[in-house]
């Protein structure tokens, strides 16, 4: 007659078993549940069999894994409001530093080298090449920072005083790897601005075309 496995043993293969599988999971969530599932077999492995080292150890480990996936939920809660709300950076200020810039002075240059983008605190500035105007709220110099390049894509012009806060290059990369939403919200501006050109790309071409036969309309 076989002897049984005594059923602690047969709990810590299970325990051993689910810290295998940790490895195996590509993406976070499943990894987190799967070593939780394999915290609460040790605790039980640990306790049935005195264990204590592998007891304590593991009621550590339980909370900590609990915590991060509550973080990790939190996380995919906050992309996808990101995804349906309205793009707001206003949240962006407590990163960001202060800087005034008098009307009529020239905030960046097409061509130039991005190191850092702005968001509008006070006044308007004018995006030269298409006259339009932006004001309080708006983040400028986004799209360069993303470009192979890195060159400036238009020149922006104050048209009055204008109070701004601006981030670095270097911050704005550590927002984007450390914060989904901050991402999500940038990948919809970037997205949203290069439609706008798109856009107006297609309408000057529209225009150009209509142009000729208006003025044969008036000739005739």
Not at 47 to 63: K, R, S
Not at 131 to 160: H, K, M, N, Y
Not at 207 to 217: F, G, H, I, N, S
Request: glycine content about 6%.
């Amino acid at each position: 007659m076989t002897e049984q496995m005594p059923w602690p043993e047969f709990v810590g293969y299970v325990a051993s078993g689910l810290v295998f599988l940790t490895f195996c999971m590509k993406t976070m969530i499943p990894l987190r549940l799967i070593a939780i599932g394999s915290n609460v077999a040790f605790i039980v492995y640990g306790f049935a069999a005195g264990l204590m080292p592998i007891l304590v150890l593991h009621g550590v480990l339980l909370p900590l894994n609990a915590m991060r996936l509550a973080q990790i939920y939190r996380m995919t809660r906050a992309v996808k409001r990101a995804a349906t709300e309205e793009i707001s950076f206003e949240w962006l200020l407590p990163f960001a530093k202060e800087e005034r810039r008098a009307a009529g002075e020239v905030l960046m240059r097409k061509g130039e080298i991005a190191d850092r983008m702005y968001f509008i605190l006070d006044g308007e500035a004018e995006v030269v090449e298409v006259g339009q105007t932006v004001g309080p709220g708006t983040l400028i110099g986004e799209v360069s920072l993303f470009a192979q390049d890195r060159r400036r894509t238009a020149t922006i012009r104050c048209r009055t005083n204008v109070r701004l806060a601006y981030v670095t290059e270097a911050q704005v990369q550590a927002l984007y790897y450390q914060n989904p939403k901050f991402a999500y919200y940038l990948i919809r501006l970037v997205t949203q601005r290069l439609v706008e050109q798109v856009r107006h790309l297609e309408n000057g071409a529209a225009r150009a075309e209509t142009a000729p036969v208006r003025l044969e309309e008036a000739a005739d």
